[in-house]
């Protein structure tokens, strides 16, 4: 009777603290996840230049990524402009739950610059995905995100 209670006890000792440390490591890999994924917020209508190096998100072809997000309304008509002379360019507009707008690899002009034209059904978050083409590199580039006007 008494080594049953001990063990109920036992038991009881060991499952707080295994439980308290599960948590923490849970909460730990969280945090870290949020570390290591944090997209760059831009507004519309903006033009930057920016970098693509070794340090941002690899894309499982030998080349790398770079993640914005921006605020978009339904019904926004979206311009978005991608040019580098360092590396072949794609860009992919991703919708708030995440499955793919739309995406450009090569403009009209006969470039490997990227321009996408897209009209927006759903207001969200969206985020604007700045990659190379395969292994073509990284290094300096330009994006430009435009909201197009209606004409009046």
Same mark, same amino acid.
């Given at each position: 009777?008494?080594?049953?209670?001990?063990?109920?006890?036992?038991?009881? *000792?060991?499952?707080v603290p295994a439980?308290? #440390?599960?948590? !923490? *490591? !849970?909460?730990?890999?969280? #945090?870290a996840q949020n570390k290591l994924y944090s997209p760059i917020p831009l507004s519309p209508s903006i033009e930057l230049s920016d970098t693509l190096s070794d340090k941002d998100i690899p894309t499982g072809q030998g080349g790398f990524a770079r993640d914005y997000t921006v605020q978009l309304s339904k019904? &926004?008509?979206?311009?978005? &402009? =991608?040019?580098? &002379?360092?590396f &072949?360019?794609?860009?992919? =507009? =991703?919708?708030?739950?995440g499955s793919t707008v739309a995406e450009n690899d090569d403009g009209p002009d006969g470039t490997s610059?990227? #321009? =996408?034209?897209?009209?927006i059904v759903e207001t969200g978050t969206y985020i604007i995905r700045v990659r190379s083409? %395969?292994?073509? %590199?990284? %290094?300096?580039?330009? #994006?430009?995100?435009?909201?197009l006007q209606p004409v009046k």
């Open positions: 009777m008494i080594l049953k209670a001990f063990a109920k006890s036992l038991r009881q *000792i060991i499952i439980t308290l #440390l599960a948590i !923490n *490591i !849970n909460t730990r890999a969280t #945090l019904g &926004d008509n979206l311009v978005i &402009d =991608l040019s580098s &002379d360092n &072949d360019t794609i860009i992919t =507009l =991703l919708a708030p739950n610059n990227s #321009l =996408l034209f897209t009209r083409f %395969g292994e073509t %590199g990284v %290094g300096a580039f330009k #994006l430009k995100v435009t909201k």
